[in-house]
């Protein structure tokens, strides 16, 4: 008699080498430097491989619609501006339907930590060419190769006012963890694009791909990134991909601007269920 495997409820759904497992580590160790309990971190996601990531990360999660996730994280972070929110799209939830929130959410620098996987492919959806996808990408959407420019989500960030720019890579998960930490702890929107290989439907972008077309801006001490043009150069360079803490400045959040040094909770009052009313209106639908 064959043996049925025994899958443990929590195992991940995401496929043998995925990058997420390596955003996954990093995300941890980064909440556990900042010494993050789970009732003060929300994750929200939004559709693609990446939305399961909060069904096995002990906080608050919400797995919102497609390119959906900055409208719900906006509306968790105003609502209680004393927790950590951090949302995580995938190229095609946040660079093509989510688009117009991106662009929205940073000019406005609600305090979110946004982190963007780029696989430069829509993997869950089995291969089709996403906005992140070098032009002449063939894929199962493109057979005769793509006709579109590719989109630079940092760059398009950096044109829209973000205040923190970085870059990271799953195959680089303790520098990713470092990126996280900073974001997390940046007054403002803070973008972290993560280069993430799909080992199933990208047999171009590997991990052996990226290897070879990425630099470290962190290791460069002459290189600063509160210098927006020099950030702007880095990140127009075609031949090589920079990593690291791109662009940083100080500004005011949209917190700060609305509520000003009193940051306090709003919705604990309009949570509290008036017992009484609540039966009468359930009386209706008898």
Not at 91 to 120: E, Q
Not at 169 to 178: N, R
Not at 194 to 213: A, D, G, R
């Amino acid at each position: 008699m064959r043996k049925e495997k025994n899958y443990h409820l929590t195992d991940p759904t995401w496929c043998k080498g995925c990058g997420i497992f390596g955003i996954f580590a990093a995300l941890k160790k980064a909440a556990v430097t900042l010494n993050l309990e789970p009732e003060q971190l929300v994750i929200v996601t939004g559709i693609g491989c990446h939305g399961r990531l909060n069904n096995y990360f002990r906080s608050y999660g919400f797995h919102a619609l497609h390119g959906r996730t900055l409208p719900v994280a906006s509306g968790v972070k105003l609502s209680n501006p004393r927790l950590s929110v951090l949302g995580i799209s995938g190229d095609g939830d946040a660079y093509s339907i989510g688009l117009g929130h991106f662009i929205h959410s940073l000019r406005r620098n609600i305090n979110i930590t946004y982190l963007v996987v780029d696989n430069r492919i829509y993997a869950l959806t089995q291969g089709q060419t996403s906005p992140t996808s070098e032009k002449g990408f063939v894929s199962v959407s493109t057979p005769y190769g793509s006709k579109d420019l590719n989109l630079n989500g940092p760059q398009l960030a950096l044109a829209s006012g973000g205040s923190f720019i970085a870059r990271g890579f799953s195959g680089e998960p303790k520098q990713l963890a470092t990126l996280i930490e900073k974001g997390m702890k940046h007054n403002g929107f803070s973008l972290i694009e993560v280069l993430s290989p799909c080992v199933i439907h990208n047999k171009v972008n590997t991990y052996q791909w990226f290897k070879k077309n990425i630099y470290n801006l962190d290791d460069d001490s002459n290189y600063n990134p509160k210098d927006k043009m020099k950030a702007w150069k880095k990140l127009s360079n075609e031949k090589k991909i920079p990593l690291g803490l791109i662009y940083i400045e100080k500004r005011p959040s949209y917190e700060d601007l609305v509520f000003g040094k009193e940051a306090k909770p709003i919705v604990f009052d309009d949570l509290r269920v008036d017992v009484p009313r609540l039966e009468k209106i359930m009386e209706k639908f008898k």
